[in-house]
Each structure stands twice: as C-alpha cells, then as structure tokens.
C-alpha cells in the first residue's frame, strides 16, 4: 500500500523557500552578524535534505540537476583562487581587498573579496553534505 | 617574489581541485606529473632562496606576525618540503604502472596531490594550529589512500588508523588549547618567546611531554607505535611507500621543531625521556625488523627503528647531532620510499609477501637485485653512500655528551638493520630461480624507474655529502639557535 504523504509534500512546497531564504540570508550577513558560508551551507543543504524526505531521489536530481562532487570542486576553486589572486597583484596569499561600490539598484553597497572566498565554503558545504547524504541514500 | 614559500603548498593544492573535474585518466596522469614537477622546481628555488637570503617568512593575508597566520621556510623545512616532492613525483610515476585503473578512477591522483598539500603545508608552517589543521589535511588524505579499493585488509586496517589519529588529534587540540591558555599565543615564534620569559616553568613540562605523547603517536615512537606494523601493512605498494617516507617523519619534524623551538628550556627532564624513549624506539624496531620473514614486515619496522636513531639525535641536542639528525631523516625518506617501492616490485613479480617462498630472482631480475642491494646497504650506513655521514654524526654527538649507551644501540642497531634487509636479499635474490605464476605479465622497467631514480638520488646525497654539507648545518643552525627563527618571523 502506497502511504498518501500529501501533508508533507505541501508543507514542504511552503517550508522550502522560507528556509532558503533564511539561509542565504545567514549566509550575506556574515561579516556583521552571526552566520557565514559554512552555516549558510549547512542550511541550503538542510533544505534540500527536507526536499529528499518529502519526494524520491530521482524527482530531486530532476529539479536540481546538480553533481554535487563538481560543487565541491567549484567550491574550492572560489576559495583558492580568492587567495591566489593576491599572488597576481604581489600581495601575501589570502590577502583581501574591499572598497565602496556605487551600484545601481542597491546604492552605496560595501564589496569584500572575502564573500567570494565565503562563496567557496558555501558550495563546498552543500557539496560535502549532499554528497554524503546521497551516496548513503543510494546505496543498496 | 614573496609568496615564493607558499608554492609547494599552492600547486598540488590547485592540481588536487582540478584533478576533481577530470574523468580522462591520462589526463589525470599528465597533469599530476606536471603539478608535481612544478612543486620540485618551485621547492629547489625556494631551498636556494633560503641558502641565498636566511630564513623567508610570509605574513599570510597581510597580516602581521603574531596577529596572523605565519608560514616559515628554514632551511630544515626548504629541505624537507624538497625531499617530499621528489618522493611525491617517484611515487606518482610508480602508480602509473601498478595502482589499477580501479582505482585511478576514483579520485586516486587528486587525494594524492591533497596529501602532499597536507606534508608540504605541515613541513611550511609557523602556527601550532595551523600546523594542526595540516595534519588534519595530510591524515584524511591518508585515510582516503589507505581504503581506497575496498579490500578486507584495507577496511580492517583503516579502522584501527583512524581510531588511533583521531584520538591522538583529539589529544592535539587539546594541548594546544593548555599551551594557548598558559602562552595566549599560537605563533611560533611568539610562543618559544613567551616560553622563553616564563623560564619554563613546571606546567610548560606538562604540556612539552603531550607534545611528545600526540607527535610520538603520529611518528610511531615506542610505546605509541603499536598501530603501525598493521595499517602500513594493508595498502598497495606506491601508497605504502608515501607512507613510509612521509607521514611518521612529519610526527618526528614536530617533535624536531618544538623541542628546539619551544622547550629547550628545562632539558633535564624532557630531553631525557626523548632519549630514553628513542633508545626503546629503536630497540623494539630491531627486534621486529629481524623477527619476520614477510619483506613487508621487515622494511616496516625499519621505520620504526629510523624514527628511534632520529629522535636520539635530536635529544642529545648538540650541533653535531642535530645536523646528523637532518641528515639522517632526508637520508631515510629517500631510501625508505626506495626500498617499499622496491619490495612491491617483489609482491608484484612473486605474488607473495613471504620470504620463504620466494628466491633466486637475481637471474631473471638483475637490476631490480643491485638496486635493492644498493638501498640495503645505504640503509644500514656503509660508508660511501647516504646512510653513513648523519649516523656519524648522531654517534659522534652522543659520545660527546657521555650518552654511551644510547650511541652504543644506534650502532648495533646498524648491524641489526643490515641483517634484517641482507635477509631479504639472500633468502629472496639468491638460490635457486623459481618461476612464478603472471610474473610475465610485470612491466619490471617501468617500475623500477622510480625506486632506481631515488637510489641515484640517495647515492649522490652521499658521495656528494661535502657540498650539501653546508644546506645541512644551515638546516641545524635554526635548530641549535632558536633566535634565528624567531627574529626572522617577529622582524625585531
């Protein structure tokens, strides 16, 4: 007998986008607040944990079709190559530069390469732990 | 160009992340090959560099010594970070011909370049946490290396290694959290300050001899080397190699660095317990290097024994020591890679690891023979060749001090450490030739390529001993003169 589990799909549908949204959030108030790429990370991948609870394996790997061991990879080139740019302008590895942007839409917005370098952690996170969740998951 | 020392670092790191992308093995395989030539021209620039200019150091991020993280090249660390990579390069071309495409599929080549990130980085740094999180890096890389096929052995074998490291890191953080709240520093060179105007006091001690429990645990000294024997037994050949050479002599550059750089203050007790424990170090090795009849076996516990003559070495604490403890441990690495690559040529052609069931295979295998041969006996420290000049040195240093006993056993260890390989020799080269089952099979050339071209490497390090002479009392002066180093990091 096939468990009817129309609950729980709809309250993800909901859940979902609110708990994105708060993790990006977590993620861009980082340098002023508590949060960052790692608990950012952690809480992307916590909802997509919640999208793999609710639906089957391979209707997730159709929405977000995404090999999470290529994540990892792009993760980790962000955070390195944030650092190696510094060897191009003969600054110490890892060293960051920021300045005062006048964008557009957003105004007077502060810009630091150490988002990008948070940007790295973040995807390396989500890669790690989904990774890890679906190569359980998968096996027999 | 400042970031110079932070090469070694950067280049396998980069090619492990590329290597993540690449399906192709043969792309795989080239790049490896160019990220680690890269790291050995980049770590030959920078060992001329330290030779030409002193100590160099880079404020990592911009930031100040002690505020950030600081990486320093001595030339104890030039020289290692040097040796590493040509160890990484001879292993990496040995596991073209004999780690199975099984393998090279699942990111065998990117955790190899990750290890090497984890040695070169633990080699390079001047923050006890960072040196850490190295480790941390470097041990992963091996757990990853060590399962890698899946087989019984290795599943069994892995578990116990990563019982053993995990707790023995537990153990790290925890002493670094006693040193941090007694120091309130984690720079280097700023703790072996603060060490120095406390004058050591008895809570210092404490914390030296955990050191010396969580490196000897690293470094298999004895009693901490139990775990050894076993897990160096499970993976195959150009793993075990890296292994040997690389991973226990990390644990014994830390012991090297803190008890020259931070508790050389109150020798009586710490150097002591080194000396003591170095002795039964070595005496334990011995025992096991003569007791099997599993080539393995033998070559492993040679380990064991090199991490005991080292650290005598370095607890007798004179020049003359020391800079024959820098000798000694470049010397091992090189032959004691040689020698595990060797031995798999061995287990490849023979299908066994058993002494008794393996002879005459100088006939059919000559220059597998003679190399082995050569690597035997610059093991034990014959004179011309690589093994002699820093086990006199370490003798000459400890008969100095009126450390008799210990010199005593360092010399009938060479005795002991020769039986054991000419063992391996006699009982396996010589005799009558048997034929074994796929021996045809073995591209014997190729894989002697890398052992030979460490044993060349090994062959001139000895004959040509006067003029790296100099790069190695260069090494040892940071070693003897702590200042050196911490002027060099504060800029004072």
């Known amino acids: 007998m096939k468990t009817n589990d129309v609950i729980l799909q709809t309250v993800t549908k909901i859940t979902l986008f609110i708990i994105i949204l708060f993790s990006i959030h977590l993620f861009f108030a980082g340098h002023y607040y508590p949060g960052g790429g790692f608990i950012g990370g952690l809480m992307t991948s916590g909802a997509i944990v919640l999208l793999l609870l609710a639906y089957d394996m391979k209707t997730v790997a159709n929405i977000l079709p995404i090999d999470y061991k290529y994540m990892i990879g792009v993760g980790l080139l962000f955070s390195v190559g944030t650092g190696a740019g510094a060897l191009l302008f003969d600054a110490p590895f890892l060293t960051h530069a920021h300045s005062h942007v006048l964008l557009p839409l957003l105004g007077d917005t502060a810009l630091h390469t150490a988002v990008l370098f948070d940007t790295g952690v973040y995807l390396v996170v989500i890669g790690v732990t989904m990774t890890i969740i679906q190569t359980i998951g998968e096996d027999e | ?492």
Not at chain 2, 93 to 98: A, N, T
Not at chain 2, 248 to 258: A, F, L, M, Q, W
Not at chain 2, 261 to 282: E, N, R
Not at chain 2, 412 to 427: H, P, Q, R, T
Request: proline share 4%; glycine share 8%; aromatic share 14%.
């Open chain 2, 1 to 492: 160009m400042s970031n110079l020392l932070i090469l070694p670092i950067l280049i396998p790191l980069f090619a492990g992340i590329f290597l993540i992308f690449i399906k192709n093995v043969n792309f795989q395989r080239w790049l490896s090959v160019i990220s680690s030539v890269a790291t050995i021209i980049a770590s030959v620039a920078l060992v001329q560099t330290v030779r030409n200019k002193g100590v160099q150091t880079l404020d990592v991020s911009s930031w100040e010594a002690p505020f950030g993280i600081t990486l320093v090249s001595d030339m104890f660390s030039a020289l290692l970070v040097l040796t590493t990579s040509v160890i990484a390069l001879a292993c990496l071309i040995y596991s073209f011909h004999s780690i199975g495409k099984e393998r090279e599929k699942f990111y065998y080549y990117s955790v190899f370049q990750f290890l090497i990130v984890g040695v070169n980085g633990a080699f390079t740094t001047g923050d006890i946490f960072n040196l850490f999180v190295f480790f941390e890096v470097m041990l992963m890389s091996s757990y990853v290396l060590l399962v890698l096929g899946g087989t019984k052995i290795q599943l069994r074998e892995s578990i116990k290694y990563i019982l053993v490291n995990v707790i023995s890191s537990a153990l790290f953080v925890i002493t670094v959290a006693y040193l941090y709240s007694v120091v309130g520093t984690l720079n280097m060179a700023h703790i072996s300050e603060r060490i120095q105007l406390a004058g050591q006091p008895g809570i210092l001690t404490v914390i030296a001899v955990m050191f010396l429990i969580v490196f000897g645990l690293k470094g298999a000294i004895f009693p901490l080397y139990f775990w050894l024997p076993g897990s160096y037994y499970a993976p195959p050949a150009p793993v075990m190699a890296l292994f040997g050479a690389l991973l226990t002599k990390v644990g014994v550059y830390s012991i090297t660095r803190t008890f020259t750089l931070f508790f050389y203050h109150d020798q009586g007790f710490t150097h002591q317990l080194i000396s003591v424990l170095a002795m039964l170090t070595i005496i334990v090795g011995v025992i096991g290097a003569i007791a099997y009849w599993d080539v393995k076996k033998i070559i492993i516990y040679n380990i064991i024994v090199a991490v005991g003559v080292i650290l005598f070495g370095i607890s007798v604490m004179t020049p003359d020591s020391l800079t024959g403890s820098v000798f000694y441990l470049i010397h091992d690495m090189l032959i004691k890679a040689a020698l595990f690559l060797l031995v798999g040529i061995v287990i490849r052609i023979t299908g066994t690891s058993n002494l008794k069931q393996v002879s005459g295979l100088i006939k059919n295998y000559p220059g597998v023979a003679w190399t082995f041969f050569i690597a035997a006996i610059a093991l034990a420290g014959v004179p011309p060749l690589s093994g002699f000049v820093g086990k006199l040195l370490i003798i000459r240093g400890g008969f100095e001090q009126g450390q008799f006993i210990g010199a005593a056993i360092v010399l009938m260890s060479s005795l002991l450490v020769l039986f054991s390989v000419m063992k391996i020799f006699i009982n396996g080269f010589w005799g009558t030739p048997r034929s074994y089952e796929g021996e045809a099979g073995v591209p014997v050339k190729w894989l002697l390529l890398s052992p030979a071209l460490l044993v060349g490497l090994s062959v001139l390090y000895g004959l040509g001993s006067e003029a790296i002479y100099p790069y190695i009392t260069q090494a040892s002066e940071t070693l003897v003169n702590p200042a050196i180093y911490i002027d060099a990091v504060l800029k004072e």
